[in-house]
């Protein structure tokens, strides 16, 4: 709901806001403040430990940041062998390495089994949820609505403030399971509500894997083909976890050592995640490529390409922030190992498709970037496209909505948060709560009437 306000006031408002709101950036260096829980060297400040994830993407040699190819582990596999592994066998992934970061170890064929049956028969939402939680109150944001509903299942469980670990387990794996359903629900809903299009509810189909229930409840026919399912898994896959620092897992965290419900800090994690420096930055490499494509004349032409670039890293073109979307990463430095396996899929599926040259565009974008970026600004960080560089296109390829990007992005990585609070459960021990040094100056209280 807008707030009602007249011109005059709402601009004293913004003023006042501005005035009272700014901090002299010479404090953040007098006292060593690191910005962002970032080192001056771009390295996180380590604040935990975890068994779950290692994003690995340099190594400290004698004190100096050394670049390495980026590596990826899950629960200490190489998410590239996971990938060989089920590319190889043929068959879907995602929720292998669900039940490998939940679990804490890789399942056996029956395992896998008895997980999949346990996600497909949870799927349903509660009775009357849709209708009350979804239907009646459309959002244009789907990643808003994932939020929302994570936290009105808190209504629908007998004891959601049961702390017992399998009571944690439970309430994991059955959002886990409904992720999928509440997302495509949501869009359904927001495609009627404000866009003027028609709204498809089908019936969940038990003998489908995560991939599959997506793209069986998106499209109208529920067609889809095998390559297609296996691309989405893919990605699914990629998106599933990545360490404890990143913004949202980290934040699933912070809420965890206050003692909160699940409920809660799955839905801050969803909040985390929607922003564009985080989850969102798909849908930015997506407005960004559009607005190349609709500037450069000749994608194949790379002075073209560069040149764009260039107005972009300038702060001439684009959005204006000098920011090229899809490329850089705050840990990994040469590659980030979900690029490197996704582009090589993308390429795959494009080849000889209407996607084909966007693609091009794209490979382009991130070989030309890194010498641009530093040529125009000085800088010599380490810049390497990152996951979203590709997973936007794929995303297009399967005709998926621009709106799911980030929302997909929730779906998978739901199985990671809840493997980095039954870890904060039970080795956390303490609130997090970094401090805050105050720089403003003592004043003295004046009466109302003398201000």
């Not at 994932?146 to 936290?151: D, P, V, Y």
């Not at 090229?324 to 498709?353: C, E, F, N, Q, W």
Request: glycine share 8%; hydrophobic share 35%; aromatic share 8%.
């Amino acid at each position: 709901m807008q707030l009602k306000i007249d011109e005059a006031t709402r601009d004293r408002f913004r003023q006042t806001f501005l005035e009272n709101n700014r901090i002299d950036p010479k404090y953040y260096n007098r006292y060593d403040v690191k910005r962002g829980l970032r080192n001056a060297d771009g390295t996180g400040v380590l604040a935990g430990l975890t068994n779950i994830c290692n994003v690995h993407g340099y190594v400290m040699n004698e004190g100096e940041k050394q670049n390495i190819e980026g590596e990826l582990y899950y629960r200490g596999y190489n998410v590239k062998d996971i990938v060989a592994g089920i590319q190889g066998a043929d068959r879907f992934g995602y929720e292998e390495v669900a039940y490998l970061l939940i679990m804490g170890k890789l399942p056996t064929t029956e395992e896998l089994s008895g997980f999949q049956r346990l996600l497909a028969q949870n799927r349903e939402l509660p009775a009357g949820f849709f209708e009350d939680m979804i239907l009646k109150a459309p959002s244009k944001n789907i990643m808003n609505k994932i939020s929302r509903s994570i936290l009105a299942l808190y209504s629908y469980e007998e004891d959601p403030e049961a702390k017992a670990p399998e009571d944690e387990l439970y309430c994991a794996l059955s959002i886990l399971a409904k992720m999928p359903v509440i997302m495509t629900s949501a869009y359904q809903v927001k495609r009627r509500a404000f866009d003027g299009g028609s709204m498809y509810m089908h019936q969940v189909r038990p003998e489908e894997c995560t991939a599959e229930t997506v793209l069986s409840l998106l499209r109208p026919d529920r067609q889809y083909t095998y390559d297609e399912a296996k691309l989405l898994d893919l990605i699914l896959l990629l998106h599933a976890e990545h360490g404890g620092g990143n913004n949202s897992t980290f934040a699933c965290r912070v809420l965890t050592s206050s003692g909160t419900d699940p409920y809660s800090a799955y839905a801050a994690a969803v909040g985390s995640l929607k922003g564009p420096r985080h989850g969102g930055a798909n849908l930015k490499v997506l407005e960004q490529l559009d607005y190349i494509e609709a500037n450069v004349r000749n994608w194949s032409d790379e002075g073209e390409v560069a040149d764009m670039l260039t107005k972009i890293v300038r702060k001439e073109a684009s959005d204006r922030t000098g920011l090229i979307y899809g490329m850089g990463h705050a840990v990994y430095t040469l590659s980030d190992p979900r690029a490197v396996i996704l582009k090589r899929t993308a390429l795959h599926m494009a080849k000889g498709t209407e996607f084909e040259p966007q693609f091009s565009l794209l490979n382009s974008i991130e070989r030309l970037a890194p010498e641009i970026f530093h040529r125009e600004t000085g800088l010599e960080k380490a810049l390497c496209a990152n996951v979203d560089m590709y997973s936007g296109l794929c995303y297009r390829m399967l005709g998926i909505p621009e709106e799911l990007a980030t929302a997909l992005f929730a779906t998978a990585r739901m199985a990671g948060w809840s493997a980095h609070r039954f870890e904060e459960k039970v080795t956390g021990g303490r609130i997090i709560r970094p401090a805050y040094k105050a720089v403003g100056k003592p004043k003295v209280y004046q009466d109302i009437v003398d201000r």
